[in-house]
């Protein structure tokens, strides 16, 4: 008997998206505070990251996440993280900006359509995070080997 993965091969596991980050954006995610759950719907996952002068507001979809309520634990979530693709959106200008939307989506890991490369900010196409996301994949356990 065959046994199929369900996974098409351009989804991505936090765990992915943390190691195809830039080691710049991985080494300023460390500086900032504790992200701030805000709430859970369906398979969405919100939190607010504070900044400098405004928090910044991260979205995660898990793929194919049993459905996650209000009720949900944040110690659920973070166990479905850890098994399940993902899908990551970040409300800051470095997302957009450096090209993390463009390319995150390209990889078939971001929610927003982009379709302009970072031509003059990271022409090299490197990273797919912002330290936010980042952030939050560390709060929320991601193991990175």
């Given at each position: 008997?065959?046994?199929?993965?369900?996974?098409?091969?351009?989804?991505?596991?936090?765990?992915?998206?943390?190691?195809?980050?830039?080691?710049?954006?991985?080494?300023?995610?460390?500086?900032?505070?504790?992200?701030?759950f805000?709430?859970?719907?369906?398979?969405?996952?919100?939190?607010?990251?504070?900044?400098?002068?405004?928090?910044?507001?991260?979205?995660?979809?898990?793929?194919?996440?049993?459905?996650?309520?209000?009720?949900?634990?944040?110690?659920?979530?973070?166990?479905?993280?850890q098994?399940?693709?993902?899908?990551?959106?970040?409300?800051?200008?470095?997302?957009?900006?450096?090209?993390?939307?463009?390319?995150?989506?390209?990889?078939?890991?971001?929610?927003?359509k982009?379709?302009?490369?970072?031509?003059?900010?990271?022409?090299?196409?490197?990273?797919?995070?912002?330290?936010?996301?980042?952030?939050?994949?560390?709060?929320?356990?991601?193991?990175?080997?």
């Amino acid at each position: 008997m065959r046994v199929f993965k369900r996974k098409s091969v351009n989804e991505l596991l936090a765990r992915d998206v943390y190691t195809k980050s830039d080691r710049g954006s991985k080494s300023r995610s460390i500086l900032l505070s504790r992200p701030k759950f805000e709430k859970a719907d369906n398979k969405e996952v919100y939190f607010s990251v504070p900044s400098q002068f405004r928090p910044h507001k991260t979205h995660i979809i898990i793929i194919y996440a049993p459905s996650i309520t209000e009720d949900s634990s944040l110690d659920e979530i973070k166990e479905i993280v850890q098994k399940e693709d993902i899908k990551i959106a970040c409300s800051c200008e470095a997302f957009l900006y450096q090209g993390f939307k463009y390319i995150s989506y390209k990889a078939d890991a971001g929610i927003d359509k982009e379709d302009r490369p970072p031509i003059k900010r990271n022409p090299l196409q490197k990273g797919m995070a912002c330290k936010h996301i980042l952030a939050v994949l560390r709060y929320l356990g991601v193991k990175v080997v």
